[in-house]
């Protein structure tokens, strides 16, 4: 049987193989270049919580390029889920530092704090599961998505696959579902309430929205016209 002392000299070989084996399965981001994907980690947890209750799974969705989506769309969500997007280089280290120190004084990893990359990230490939094997993947790709592809790129993948709502996927869905038109054609208070609702979809309902959804907008809205 091993001693204690055989046990910790162990460790950090253990802990090298464990990441170096993260790191090599960690998935091509390269495809997404040319090719729009069929379907996310995200989708099929929702598909199969679908299932698991006896539902057929909702999925709407229309894919759209970048320069069909409003350009007051693209902003609002910006503004409301990464405001440092076209800086950064996947991961805001300021905001990573907050988060981190806000869950190491509460105990656990709640904050947000992600970026839109990684949040694209997290979305395509891999579990909402709350740990730090995760999140260090999730870094990784948001890197190698950085690396691969042009920030209008990563805006255009976002928009088109995060979750606006029960099996209502990317914003052209969202915007005919909620307000009868194309993405494109969307104006800055339809824009700014969509961008309001992402935190949280399946609770904020743009087509009855709530007072902190509404609040949310506002927000919203007057750094919309700040910006011009």
Known sequence: MPSLL???AG???????????????????????TSNPQTTAFMELRAEEARAKGQTPRHVQHWVGYDRVSP?????????????????????LEQLQQSLETDWARGQLVRGGSTITQQLAKNLYLSPAKNPLRKLRELIIARRLEAELHKSRILELYLNVIEWGDGI????AAARTYFKKPA????????ALLAAAIVNPRLFNPAKPSR??????????R??????
Request: hydrophobic share 45%; charged share 25%.
């Open 11 to 33: 460790a950090p070989a253990v802990v090298f193989a464990f990441l170096a084996y993260s790191f090599l399965t960690l998935p091509d981001v390269r495809p997404l270049k």
């Open 72 to 92: 007051e769309l693209r902003q609002a969500v910006t503004i409301a889920e990464d405001d440092a997007f076209w800086k950064h280089e996947g991961v805001d």
């Open 169 to 172: 996927y990317g914003a052209d």
């Open 223 to 228: 750094r919309l016209g700040s910006a011009g």
């Open 184 to 191: 494109s054609d969307l104006d800055p208070s339809e824009s």
């Open 212 to 221: 902190g959804l509404l609040r949310r907008q506002q927000l919203i809205l």
């Open 6 to 8: 055989q046990i910790v």
